[in-house]
């Protein structure tokens, strides 16, 4: 009897506890349902705005120094945002943003004159302007060469700047990747499509820079906004100097837009930053101050097919 009371006694009790547990369960679930959406609901509001997102820009080597700094500044201002800026070269840019592996991709070239894009896909931002120039280790004694010598020495024709009344040094030839941008745009507008004859190949314009001023009698190629400094020495062509002006007027022919290319119109962070990027305030400071020019400052413009116009 005393056995069967005690039995019936701890049955109701496990059966009680079982109930008070499932309703704790019960409560926590919701509380933890009610949690999460209100999360989600901050999310898309955070989204809207900016707000705590994270995107990825890569591609032009020759547009990373603007887009860093730009992306540093833009961070300072919005504590919230996480943008990332990694180079590899225009191809690098264009395919990535098109396959929508990063929001922006950054090109020195247009979408349309790259292999293998779908460049209808695309929607591009020219961000500035940036000219580029045939840079020299600083004792070549050269610092002009015609467009003709200029091609004789990419193309292997001229192999010591004393033929061309320099140093008696043998000429070193440093190259960008066939991905380059900048290596299409200098080929195109200063090579006049000529292909460069073997030499070093690299793929940052940060190391190229090095490469020249470190090595006596080497030649390459770098935008302006790397051309700081006086570790190397920038050509002029035909007598025209590597200026901002001779490029906006359109007498030094070796320049490029700097395309931020989206897959498709953007939104969030990805069109904030680029709103940012192309307000007055980044146009007339940070642009300049990184060695680009604004491409509102042009009296020039170019096409896809490399046509240029005076602006009207």
């Given at each position: 009897?005393?056995?069967?009371?005690?039995?019936?006694?701890?049955?109701?009790?496990?059966?009680?506890?079982?109930?008070?547990?499932?309703?704790?369960?019960?409560?926590?679930?919701?509380?933890?349902?009610?949690?999460?959406?209100?999360?989600?609901?901050?999310?898309?509001?955070?989204?809207?705005?900016?707000?705590?997102?994270?995107?990825v820009v890569s591609g032009s080597s020759a547009m990373q120094p603007l887009i860093a700094a730009a992306a540093e500044s833009f961070m300072e201002e919005n504590p919230k945002a996480d943008i990332t800026v990694n180079a590899g070269g225009s191809g690098t840019g264009l395919s990535e943003v098109s396959e929508g592996t990063v929001a922006i991709g950054n090109s020195d070239i247009f979408a349309e004159e790259a292999d293998s894009i779908p460049a209808d896909e695309l929607v591009d931002h020219k961000v500035a302007v940036v000219g580029m120039a045939a840079t020299v280790h600083p004792d070549v004694g050269v610092d002009n060469l015609s467009k003709e010598d200029l091609i004789k020495v990419?193309?292997?024709?001229?192999?010591?700047?004393?033929?061309?009344?320099?140093?008696?040094?043998?000429?070193?030839?440093?190259?960008?990747?066939?991905?380059?941008?900048?290596?299409?745009?200098?080929?195109?507008?200063?090579?006049?499509?000529?292909?460069?004859?073997?030499?070093?190949?690299?793929?940052?314009?940060?190391?190229?820079?090095?490469?020249?001023?470190?090595?006596?009698?080497?030649?390459?190629?770098?935008?302006?906004?790397?051309?700081?400094?006086?570790?190397?020495?920038?050509?002029a062509m035909d007598g025209v100097e590597a200026t901002d002006e001779n490029v906006q007027?359109?007498?030094f022919p070796i320049w490029a837009y700097q395309h931020s290319y989206t897959n498709g119109d953007p939104s969030g962070l990805t069109k904030e930053f680029l709103d940012y990027l192309e307000s007055e305030d980044i146009q007339n400071g940070l642009v300049t101050e990184q060695g680009y020019i604004s491409a509102a400052k042009m009296e020039v413009e170019r096409d896809a097919d490399g046509n240029e116009t005076k602006k009207k």
């Open positions: 009897m005393l056995h069967a009371l005690t039995n019936h006694l701890q049955g109701g009790f496990t059966v009680k506890k079982m109930k008070i547990w499932g309703l704790a369960v019960l409560f926590v679930w919701t509380l933890g349902l009610l949690a999460a959406c209100g999360d989600d609901e901050k999310k898309d509001n955070a989204n809207a705005d900016g707000d705590g997102e994270s995107i990419f193309t292997g024709e001229v192999t010591n700047w004393s033929e061309l009344g320099g140093a008696d040094q043998e000429i070193t030839l440093v190259k960008r990747p066939d991905s380059s941008g900048t290596r299409a745009t200098f080929v195109n507008f200063a090579l006049d499509g000529a292909t460069p004859a073997e030499g070093i190949t690299e793929d940052s314009s940060n190391t190229v820079k090095k490469i020249i001023g470190e090595t006596p009698g080497a030649i390459g190629y770098l935008a302006f906004s790397y051309l700081n400094d006086d570790t190397v020495t920038p050509l007027s359109g007498d």
